[in-house]
């Protein structure tokens, strides 16, 4: 039986790949950030279904601020692969805590591949990029090869985290993968993200709870997919015989605006009526346009997308809609 040992296995990421490994009959291992409230949300129908897979899930609390609880872990697990998925991952966020945003995005990359590192593993690695390292676009679409420009302490702290597994890879032969992700969208996806953010705000309005949803800039431009597909594109990268870097993504790209006619179209309602622009949401550096070219996942992993985005936006709302 494989071992799979995933950081942020409580987020929307994490969890979808705790699934998918699972029904892979892996024993997977989650790290769980210790705070006063649990946040296991997103797992409780495996924790609790113990029939099927709560045999084989297990958490474990630890943090990629701390290289002890990292080092402990995976001695302790010695895990077949690696998923470090875990980061501070709101970009407007990190220009309010760029510090706490480079220690665990940036630097908890590192110490978690010092600790396979230190420990002997044999283990291979995934770290979850993202598209944000783009940032101010060199070319369009974006692939492997296009520089990166971040344009938040977000993308910034990625892209080090980046490099650093490169370099793990070149300079001690570690099967690490990087994993260049665009975003990914699904009703699990967390309520201050924007898209999640708009779901929410559809079923509220249809139930009388909400009148207005404030956003910030509607023009901004993404290449969204659904977030249970991508999970299955960082397995297959550590499936490969060679590790390398690939981007995932659609291929298309749609702006903010968009994302909301279809959402309150979906559900009868006119957006203009309800959304209110509040300037101060605005990010201090905006990233206009991302999209990615998936050919090498397509060609080396033979991954491609199937869920297109009104299918997505539809996923979305009806999963707030109709509980």
């Not at 957006?271 to 990233?287: C, G, M, Q, T």
Request: charged share 25%; net charge negative.
């Amino acid at each position: 039986m494989k071992k799979a040992l995933i950081t942020g296995i409580t987020g929307q990421d994490g969890s979808y790949l705790a699934e998918l490994l699972l029904e892979k009959g892996y024993e997977v291992h989650g790290i769980v950030r210790r705070s006063s409230m649990l946040n296991t949300v997103r797992l409780e129908h495996l924790l609790n279904d113990e029939s099927i897979h709560g045999v084989r899930l297990f958490l474990h609390n630890g943090d990629l601020s701390d290289s002890a609880s990292l080092i402990n872990i995976l001695a302790h697990t010695r895990p077949d692969e690696v998923y470090n998925l875990a980061a501070q991952s709101q970009v407007r966020v990190s220009f309010d805590m760029p510090e706490y945003t480079g220690d665990v995005t940036g630097l908890g990359t590192v110490r978690i591949l010092e600790a396979i590192r230190q420990c002997q593993l044999p283990a291979r690695f995934y770290q979850a990029g993202t598209s944000e390292m783009f940032g101010n676009v060199h070319e369009v679409p974006q692939r492997e090869t296009t520089p990166f420009h971040p344009r938040s302490p977000y993308g910034v702290a990625k892209v080090y985290a980046h490099w650093a597994t490169v370099n793990y890879r070149e300079s001690f032969g570690l099967f690490a993968c990087n994993g260049i992700v665009f975003n990914h969208e699904s009703p699990r996806r967390g309520e201050t993200f924007v898209t999640r953010k708009i779901a929410i705000a559809v079923a509220r309005i249809l139930r009388k709870e909400q009148e207005k949803l404030t956003l910030g800039n509607l023009d901004a431009k993404r290449d969204w997919g659904y977030a249970k597909e991508y999970v299955q594109a960082m397995w297959l990268m550590l499936q490969q015989d060679e590790p390398d870097d690939y981007v995932i993504a659609t291929g298309e790209t749609h702006s903010v605006k968009e994302f909301l006619q279809e959402a309150f179209s979906h559900a009868g309602l006119d957006w203009e009526k309800h959304v209110r622009i509040d300037e101060s949401l605005y990010r201090p550096a905006e990233v206009d346009l991302l999209v990615g070219d998936a050919t090498r996942a397509r060609e080396k992993l033979g991954w491609q997308p199937k869920v297109k985005f009104k299918e997505l936006v539809r996923l979305m709302v009806d999963a707030e809609t109709t509980t």
